[in-house]
């Protein structure tokens, strides 16, 4: 099915230039099937779309603005068989008054290497919970956790990033209202030029079909549509966004409660629990455009420790990010690979391999600058 699915791409090849904008044009054809959705995707996000479209086929069409440096366009079209992903088109745009290359094998203009006055804005949400209004679900460091990561980020303004900008939002302020909120400040904010992270250390469950709730202050694992983040919603703001968007996941914290926790869940076995493999899969794939950073692998748990004051996820964060430990490369500028690398490590290191992180990220993803040390 996904075969039948063309898309006949009229847009000029590979190119350089000064010019700020592009027009992108392609015919879309569905044989098996009317189009449901159309997103053009630059460097793995979309930037526009048409959640309308019908018929079996289309002929697109949409200007945008490129980015400082690679811009990766790809068009993503759906019908309700299946998706396919075209093949790349990349444009490099070197801005007005940028130094360009002087000699052979200089790179191009790249995200790390932009003047100040063209650095992007980072958006950075946190979401820490370590009191709920149900206090079996006490966890012990996750608000300590969500603002040592911001602090780490804010260190960032000025050298990585133009200006960053936080939300953090901890126990008794983290109720389900407050999450939507700033969902949608970032949706408000947040331009193709910039970068969005997002960081959840709370409780998260599945319910009895399998859907994944982040669980707010005064979430209820017995009620959790009406009480609960609903997974979709995370999806439907991030999966949209024109920036670059990396999520830290942390929400598998089951063995804190044992099976006391199991009661509080609306099936009566551990499949309801904190699995969050699917939701992940859907939110990483090509056309939605995330990566996930997730503390944990299946079923086992995020540890905390006292002598830490963090979990282990973040602990390994901050000594990769902060300290500069995850700069592999010695360049100055850590990249997520880069990151990746040091936090599984690190976490393997401090919970005696009992805890493995895991990295999901898009096939449209490539170079993607977490933060400069130099």
């Not at 879309?28 to 995707?41: C, D, W």
């Not at 490099?92 to 000699?103: G, H, R, V």
């Not at 804005?121 to 012990?140: H, M, T």
């Amino acid at each position: 099915r996904q075969r039948q699915m063309c898309i006949r791409d009229s847009t000029r090849g590979d190119h350089s230039g000064s010019d700020s904008e592009i027009t992108a044009k392609a015919r879309i054809s569905s044989p098996n099937g009317e189009l449901t959705e159309v997103k053009l995707l630059l460097n793995g996000k979309s930037v526009a779309a048409d959640f309308r479209a019908s018929g079996n086929t289309l002929a697109f069409e949409r200007t945008i603005e490129l980015v400082p440096g690679e811009n990766r366009l790809a068009l993503y079209a759906a019908n309700q068989h299946s998706g396919h992903t075209s093949d790349e088109r990349v444009v490099f745009f070197q801005p007005p008054n940028t130094p360009a290359p002087t000699k052979a094998g200089t790179k191009k203009v790249s995200l790390e290497t932009l003047p100040k006055e063209l650095m992007p804005n980072l958006y950075f949400l946190g979401v820490g919970i370590s009191e709920y209004e149900n206090a079996k679900l006490k966890l012990d460091f996750c608000d300590d956790d969500a603002k040592a990561i911001a602090e780490a980020f804010q260190k960032q303004e000025g050298k990585l990033f133009r200006k960053v900008e936080t939300t953090v939002l901890t126990d008794a302020e983290a109720t389900r209202a407050a999450v939507l909120d700033g969902l949608g400040w970032l949706e408000k904010n947040a331009t193709q030029k910039d970068i969005v992270i997002l960081f959840l250390a709370a409780h998260g469950a599945n319910d009895a079909r399998g859907n994944y709730y982040l669980l707010p202050t005064g979430g209820d694992f017995k009620n959790l549509r009406s009480t609960g983040v609903a997974w979709d919603d995370f999806a439907d703001v991030l999966g949209n966004l024109p920036s670059k968007t990396l999520m830290f996941l942390d929400t598998c914290h089951s063995g804190q409660l044992g099976a006391n926790l199991m009661t509080f869940a609306s099936r009566g076995d551990s499949d309801g629990i904190d699995d969050a493999t699917e939701a992940i899969r859907e939110l990483t794939s090509d056309e939605n455009g995330v990566v996930i950073m997730a503390a944990s692998t299946g079923r086992e748990d995020s540890v905390e420790h006292p002598d830490w004051g963090h979990g282990a996820f973040t602990m390994a964060l901050l000594e990769g990010i902060g300290g500069g430990g995850a700069d592999y490369s010695k360049d100055g500028i850590i990249h997520l690979r880069e990151l990746d690398n040091f936090v599984a490590e690190k976490v393997k290191e401090l919970t005696g391999g009992i805890q493995h992180p895991t990295t999901v990220k898009p096939s449209t993803i490539s170079r993607f600058p977490v933060a400069r040390v130099k």
